[in-house]
């Protein structure tokens, strides 16, 4: 079984122990998320601060 990790900086959702985005490190522990198709459109996106398509967590612990 997969496990799905949260990075702890920009929120992306993978399944290393280390962000392929920022290399900052995962948490097991996140809730919800959500998925950005368009980051330059979405107000979703400005808001998380996302620049990437992708899923992200909304809350990670």
């Known amino acids: 079984m997969k496990i ?3 990075c702890k900086t920009c929120h992306y959702l993978t399944e290393k122990e280390s962000c392929p ?3 900052s490190p995962t948490s097991k522990r ?3 998320y959500v998925v ?3 980051p330059e459109s979405s ?3 400005e808001h998380m601060n996302i620049k ?3 899923k992200y967590a909304l809350k990670v612990m």
């Open 4 to 6: 799905i990790r949260a």
């Open 21 to 23: 985005f920022c290399s």
């Open 30 to 32: 996140w809730r919800g």
């Open 36 to 38: 950005i198709r368009n």
């Open 43 to 45: 107000q979703v996106a």
């Open 52 to 54: 990437k398509p992708g």
